[in-house]
């Protein structure tokens, strides 16, 4: 008889990456946290708030005596980047990255929508002065949490295909994300540290590449990692994905089996990145990232005469623009160019009129966005406060053209098939 308590909490396991998996779960919680930082940063309780973000903890001789706001940035974002590292890894092994044929498209699409809002930016900010240009990557990235809960929310009838696209533009997005922190926004850097880093770092790769489990061993050498790249100058996030990177997607199976049958499986098992994506995301996704959107996302707005002085700078109307306009002309120019002049194809279910929407959509730009510009300005910096209101007000714009376009687009999916259910022939 089988004690069905074994496997109790491999199915709360199961059940709870089941919820966190579901795409309007993440956005929904970064929402609620944004709300609430912009509630208390703009009410009676704002020094409270402000007072606990900039609190200072943690060892000045290790580099880590960070307020709380850059614990949450520094600390708990590695958390975000080593998931979002294992996504990537698994999508260049064995997912949608895979194929160059079917990637060839949403990697097109997510090079020219960090390029194009890049240049708009520059443009604007050309004549600024001062630290502006500093923030030039803000509006680059695209938020996969809030775009594919808002795709979500308003998606029941469109084509599979456009959240595959949405999906794969963002993981490359992302990639493209970690690369520009780590080379344009490392600061006084120190080779040695980062030298010392590869130590715990090849360390953690060789017995993951063993398939060792034991987070005893694990977890002390991610830690020794994650604090030797925070000490050198580059961003502690970039250690996540570099660990990440470190992590086998195949699964590794007896040597007693054939070469014909172990290749196979290779290639559908579930792999260890696999598994730890399935136990880190909850704790990213619940915890990670809502945590650092509470302490970022709070601004003090000051009535219409702070949104005035806000925009009154171009860093402000340089984000807001890049994110609405040149995500939009970037994703779907370049996809539409590359479409048209190569043997590349849009996937058959869809119509431009369905990317146009997706390309607005993509310029819901957030959780990355905020890390940029607190790496481009600083924490609580004047121009990094109106680049939070540029971010906040942008992607707001983006969210609601984007979830209007794909809502009136959903309605002509849902109508079609309910044309083609009344004429006998069911819905695909």
Same mark, same amino acid.
């Given at each position: 008889m089988v004690d069905a308590t074994a496997d109790e909490p491999v199915g709360r396991t199961v059940r709870l990456v089941?919820? #966190? %998996?579901? !795409? %309007? #779960?993440? @956005?929904?919680l970064l929402l609620i946290a944004t709300v609430i930082a &912009? *509630? =208390?940063a703009n009410s009676g309780m704002s020094e409270w708030y402000f007072d606990l973000r900039d609190t200072?903890?943690?060892? /000045?001789?290790?580099?880590?005596? &960070? %307020?709380? @706001? +850059? $614990?949450? %940035? !520094?600390g708990l974002l590695a958390l975000f980047f080593f998931v979002v590292g294992l996504e990537l890894k698994r999508e260049f092994v064995s997912g949608e990255l895979h194929e160059l044929r079917r990637a060839i498209l949403p990697v097109i699409a997510? #090079? @020219?929508g960090v390029v194009t809002p890049a240049i708009i930016f520059v443009i604007i900010n050309a004549n600024a002065g001062g630290d502006a240009l500093r923030g $030039? /990557?803000?509006p680059t990235a695209t938020d996969i949490a809030f775009a594919l809960a808002a795709l979500a929310a308003v998606s029941t009838h469109l084509p599979i295909a456009l959240r595959s696209f949405l =999906?794969?533009?963002?993981? #490359?997005? !992302? &990639? &493209?994300? *970690? @690369? *520009?922190i780590a080379f344009f926004y490392a600061h006084d850097l120190e080779p040695g540290f980062l030298l010392l880093a590869a130590l715990p770092l090849a360390l953690f790769g060789i017995l993951v590449q063993h398939r060792v489990r034991a987070w005893y061993l694990l977890l002390p050498l991610g830690l020794a990692t994650w604090a030797l790249v925070h000490a050198s100058g580059i961003h502690s996030t970039v250690a996540g994905v570099l660990l990440a990177f470190t992590v086998p997607v195949l699964q590794k199976l007896p040597l007693s089996q054939k070469a014909p049958a172990r290749a196979n499986s290779m290639q559908h098992g579930r792999g260890l990145a +696999?598994?730890?994506? !399935?136990r880190l995301r909850p704790l990213s996704a619940l915890i990670a990232v809502p945590v650092f959107a509470f302490f970022s996302a709070g601004v003090a707005v000051g009535g219409f005469t702070g949104l005035g002085a806000a925009f009154g700078d171009s860093v402000a109307i340089g984000v807001v623009v890049a994110l609405v306009v040149g995500k939009t002309v970037g994703i779907f120019g370049s996809t539409f160019i590359v479409a048209k002049s190569t043997g590349a194809v849009l996937d058959e279910s869809l119509r431009w009129i369905d990317m146009f929407g997706l390309a607005v959509l993509a310029g819901l730009g957030f959780t990355v966005s905020l890390l940029v510009g607190e790496l481009a300005f600083g924490i609580g910096s004047v121009e990094g406060e109106h680049a939070k209101i540029g971010i906040l007000v942008g992607s707001t714009i983006a969210a609601v053209l984007g979830a209007l376009i794909l809502s009136i687009r959903n309605l002509h999916y849902r109508r079609a098939g309910a044309l083609r259910n009344v004429d006998g022939h069911p819905e695909s």
């Open positions: 089941a919820f #966190v %998996s579901k !795409d %309007s #779960v993440g @956005g929904t &912009l *509630i =208390l200072r903890l943690g060892p /000045a001789a290790l580099h880590l005596n &960070l %307020s709380v @706001g +850059q $614990w949450a %940035s !520094d997510a #090079v @020219g $030039w /990557a803000i =999906l794969t533009l963002a993981v #490359v997005d !992302d &990639l &493209l994300a *970690i @690369g *520009i +696999q598994e730890l994506e !399935d």
